[in-house]
């Protein structure tokens, strides 16, 4: 399995054989449509303007709310991450994707968290390979971060960059996050390679390059 990261919450999944897929399709005008990504299914996690569905080339699937869905071989789970302002009274809706491949490689994308979840909603799921998961200050207080991904029991925790976060505060928001996981330091890569017999029995930080083209 190979996992490439095209900025914001956009992912690509591919399986050689199998469902390939594009999680959040995000960019600026004409910007996406120039990666060329081609994909058998189009996830979103949440309702953004900026979400170019119609950019993904050879797209046969889109999938936009919780539930269980088959496609092809990839068995995949929306799990609804519903959080309510109680201040502000707004309800902002989210999907967390998780995606099971035959081979037993599996994939959970948080997409955009507004709070930490309940770690007890993902109990039920199976050993989840790679967490694909949003970083921002907002989300690092105290030890709730650390317990979710205690939860998850990940092989590997790749970062992802909220749209709502600034360059300079997503920066900050990694230093936390790496020092939480108690790494000092984190090559980048430009993805993440995963086989059935390559996963690490301990839960490693996979920091990937960004692929977005904000032109």
Known sequence: MDIAWHGYSCFRITERGHTSVVTDPFGAKKALAKMRLNADLVTVSHKR????????????????????????????????LRHHDLEKDVVSDNVAYHFEYPNGLNVLH???????????????????????????????AGDQLADLISVIEPNYVVPMRPIRLRDSDFSTAMDGF?????????????????????????????LLRSNHRSS
């Not at 997409?111 to 690092?140: K, Y």
């Not at 108690?182 to 996979?206: F, I």
């Open 49 to 80: 303007a900026e979400h170019r569905v119609d950019d993904i080339r050879d797209q046969k699937y889109v999938i936009a709310g919780p539930g269980e869905y088959e496609v092809g071989e990839l068995f995949v789970t929306g799990i609804a």
């Open 110 to 140: 948080l997409g955009a968290l507004h709070q930490l979840p309940d770690p007890s909603i993902f109990q039920r799921l199976d050993q989840v390979n790679t967490l694909l998961l949003p970083v921002e200050d907002a989300l690092l």
């Open 178 to 206: 790496l020092k939480l996981m108690g790494v000092n330091s984190v090559e980048a890569k430009d993805g993440l390679r995963l086989t059935p017999t390559s996963l690490p029995e301990q839960t490693q930080v996979a």
